[in-house]
């Protein structure tokens, strides 16, 4: 009896987890919408939804990311930093720094790559940038988040591709044409303002440069971000012939083969500013175009080929950074851009 009532409970046990069982439903993972392939220099990349944390890899990503209205979750800085947030981003990032409204996470120094324990951690929704700083660790930053590398930011037409990419990644395609449209406006109000210029001092010569004395200088042509955009304002640049390349490098010798310019840019940088013991200037705009611009400077005044040229005789050479003209290529490199061009010109 006693064994009975025992298997009769154990029976009714049973039946009720059957029952149970057979109610449950398993609650299963939401299934992403919204979902759409981006493609990208590197191939196809799949979004969902509206991405809100976004991490900018370079300079350029972070114009485009800031040109679209949208603020970054992690960013780098441009000299080295120990800091996990950047507490001030007009110090740590100059001139976009200033369009920072947040304090975003630092994922690492400028040409150092990014941290992908930082990045791990951040649990961003989408990655973004240059192809360059992306191709050897794509297969690491997919596994932490979307990833949409870039195409060559300082190649004629390349940031278009590459704002509208971002955009749609973003899930809104309208943002990055919104972005097009007020860059064509920029140009046409500096065209306008440079009227006089561009009728008796149309061509110019644009150097890149860090030592004449080394011979590491360059002449950007029509085929660069650079070149596009200042032939769009009416200049007409002037380099070696048959150069196919964004930049065509020189020697200190060939320069007065191209003395038909005008004017010059020189465009200068100094290697040492990812150096932290030797960065001392800060990034303050005006520090930084000094630290950067220095030392060529004083090459190009000393150097007998340099003051021949026609442009140094009537002194119509202008001193600028690498950094500010060639590192953005966006909407907000535009802007700086032409802004030189009104100081070089314009101011009294």
């Known amino acids: 009896m006693r064994y009975s009532r025992y ?26 919408t919204d979902c759409r392939q981006v493609s990208h220099v590197l191939g196809e990349s799949e979004i969902c939804g509206t991405p809100d944390k976004i991490v900018a890899l370079d300079a350029h990503s972070l114009d485009l990311l800031l040109s679209l209205g949208q603020q970054p979750a992690g960013t780098l800085t441009i000299l080295p930093s120990q800091s996990e947030v950047i507490e001030q981003p007009r110090v740590a990032i100059p001139y976009l720094g200033n369009y920072i409204t947040t304090q975003p996470v630092n994922i690492g120094g400028m040409g150092g790559g990014p941290s992908l324990e930082v990045l791990t951690q951040l649990k961003p929704d989408l990655i973004v940038g240059e192809s360059r700083y992306i191709e050897e660790t794509s297969d690491l930053l997919t596994q932490i988040a979307p990833t949409l590398p870039l195409d060559v930011r300082s190649q004629k037409g390349k940031w278009r591709d590459n704002i509208r990419a971002l955009a749609q990644a973003l899930g809104d395609e309208t943002l990055a044409e919104a972005a097009i449209e007020s860059y064509q406006q920029q140009v046409a109000a500096a065209r306008a303002d440079l009227a006089s210029v561009l009728e008796t001092q149309p061509k110019v010569l644009v150097l890149t440069a860090e030592s004449l004395s080394l011979g590491n200088f360059q002449a950007i042509t029509a085929a660069s971000f650079i070149g596009e955009l200042l032939e769009a304002v009416g200049f007409e640049l002037v380099y070696p012939p048959n150069s196919t390349t964004n930049a065509a490098p020189l020697s200190i010798e060939i320069l007065p083969d191209l003395d038909e310019a005008d004017s ?26 000094q630290q950067q611009v220095a030392g060529i400077e004083a090459e190009w005044t000393g150097n007998e080929i340099a003051q021949s040229l026609t442009a140094s005789q009537e002194n119509r050479v202008y001193f600028t950074t690498f950094y500010q003209w060639n590192l953005f290529n966006g909407p907000i490199g535009t802007e700086l851009i032409l802004a030189d061009l009104r100081r070089f010109f314009l101011a009294s």
């Open 264 to 289: 010059i840019f020189v465009l200068g940088y100094n290697r040492d500013l990812a150096q932290p013991s030797k960065a001392t200037a800060g990034t303050d705009p005006a520090n930084l175009v």
């Open 7 to 32: 298997w009769h409970g154990l029976w009714a046990l049973l039946t009720c987890c059957v029952v149970v069982a057979c109610s449950f439903e398993p609650t299963l993972a939401p299934t992403a």
